[in-house]
């Protein structure tokens, strides 16, 4: 079906819209008059169900199709939409190997063992070091703005650094290897993005570093077990443990889902803060719990992943057909005024928030939620006491990608 009020040939999915803002405008009209439209898209991959996918819009569509992985397959053209894209089908195969792209009983099996890392318990265990670093990151920023009149790239002084250091204190890798994992997980996740020049080859050069880099070091803590999640997974090979080279592919979802991410969360999150200065006046004074949940919502870092029907079926009243691709936007589901009072309002103190940044609520849930959330609230108190007076010096660089809602560069200054 057509939505009857968008411009013949509107494709809301097409990087360079995403590139400028998230249509938000575009959504709400969808939700309205077309809440699962047929995308005329093709992906150009060779083998993948290639005329286009079903745009799914609203938040009970999405849930709904997160939560039914048994009609809504992961693993059959993987979750991440793509189009018009120069990868190979072989790429799209290693890439079925980690867990995002993966179905029951398989993924079941893998979550299993990977969720006893991130236990509340594992997970508060990180509080006091991820606390002292995010303190150190914000007080290296202010020497960096003292050196430049008070101004300095929020992006890469920030954003950046504390999901790379949380990601190594979780796994437990020297905090010096941490800037190889930036590079890798950067070559990964940035491949639409023209700045960045990064062709197949290079992804799939930087992958294979990263796998081998993580089996080394799986290697390393079988033969001298530490207190970290990788001693944990890796401990015996076999029956309730993962197999090196599944290890390997985890830590590279770790590396993208993990760092990309949050980023993002922290980068979106901080403009809004200084384009709402009420918002951050009241977080200055009272830092609500809710904050961090709201800052996922307005930023909605992953801005849509797919699934694939496995069998005919019926979703907001249009038939799928089996192997119709389905995209679920959480961007808008985010939005949906069916499910949040005035969505367009950045609220920090939004509660009950059933946002779905972190996912539909499915068995693919953001496992790394909790940490993510840690993150987001300790970097903000940090830069609530040391960095109370930013402002923005210029509009943020949006990345260029299908799925990443992501921030580049975002000049601020302090004082
Ligand atoms: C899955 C978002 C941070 C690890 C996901 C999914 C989303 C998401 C949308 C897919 C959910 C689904 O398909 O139902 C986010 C956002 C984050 C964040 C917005 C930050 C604000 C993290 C962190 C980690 C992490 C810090 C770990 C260090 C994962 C993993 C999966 C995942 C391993 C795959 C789970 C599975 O397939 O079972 N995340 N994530 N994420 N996330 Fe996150």
Redesign the pocket.
């Known amino acids: 079906m057509r939505c009857p009020h968008l411009p013949d040939g509107f494709d809301f999915t097409d990087p360079d819209l995403l590139q400028s803002r998230v249509p938000h405008p575009e959504f709400a009209e969808l939700r309205q008059t077309a809440p699962v439209w047929w995308c005329a898209q093709p992906t150009g991959i060779s083998g993948f169900q290639d005329d286009g996918y079903w745009a799914v819009t609203r938040h009970a569509d999405v849930k709904y199709v997160?939560t039914h992985p048994e009609l809504f397959s992961?693993h059959t053209n993987t979750?991440v939409i793509r189009f018009n894209e120069s990868i190979s089908r072989e790429q799209i195969d290693v890439q079925k190997l980690?867990?995002?792209?993966?179905d029951p009983p398989e993924?079941t099996r893998?979550?299993q063992i990977?969720q006893r890392g991130?236990t509340p318990r594992a997970i508060r265990s990180l509080e006091g070091a991820l606390r002292d670093r995010a303190r150190g990151i914000v007080d290296a920023a202010l020497s960096e703005a003292d050196k430049n009149d008070g101004a300095f790239d929020f992006v890469t002084q920030i954003a950046v650094e504390l999901?790379l250091q949380?990601?190594a204190e979780?796994i437990g890798v020297p905090q010096e290897d941490r800037t190889k994992i930036f590079d890798w997980s950067n070559k990964m996740a940035a491949y639409d993005d023209p700045e960045y020049a990064i062709t197949e080859e290079i992804g799939a050069e930087a992958a294979m570093e990263l796998v081998s880099y993580a089996m080394n070091l799986a290697a390393a803590r079988k033969e001298c077990p530490a207190k970290d999640i990788v001693s944990q997974l890796v401990a015996a090979e076999g029956e309730g443990n993962l197999l090196s080279d599944e290890f390997g592919f985890?830590v590279i979802?770790?590396a993208v889902?993990?760092?990309e991410?949050?980023r993002?969360?922290?980068s979106h999150g901080m403009h809004a803060f200084l384009t709402h200065p009420d918002q951050w006046e009241l977080y200055k004074r009272e830092r609500p719990v809710t904050a961090a949940e709201e800052?996922?919502r307005w930023?909605?870092?992953?801005v849509a992943?797919q699934r694939t029907a496995t069998q005919d079926t019926e979703l907001g009243g249009q038939k799928i057909k089996a192997g119709d691709r389905v995209g679920?936007f959480?961007s808008s589901a985010n939005n949906d005024p069916e499910v949040f009072e005035e969505p367009d309002r950045f609220d920090i103190t939004r509660d009950p928030n059933p946002h779905?940044?972190?996912?539909?609520?499915?068995?693919?849930?953001?496992?790394?939620?909790s940490?993510?959330?840690l993150?987001?609230n300790l970097i903000f108190n940090a830069i609530a006491d040391v960095l109370p007076d930013l402002r923005l010096a210029g509009d943020p660089r949006r990345l260029r990608s299908a799925w990443l809602n992501g921030i580049k560069g975002l000049r601020v200054i302090h004082g």
């Open positions: 997160s992961s979750a980690i867990m995002l792209n993966m993924h893998v979550r990977v991130f999901p949380a990601i979780l985890f979802l770790l889902a993990g760092n991410t949050t993002n969360a922290i800052i996922v930023a909605t870092p992953v992943f679920i959480y779905l940044g972190f996912g539909g609520g499915g068995p693919h849930f953001c496992l790394g939620k940490l993510a959330v993150e987001i």
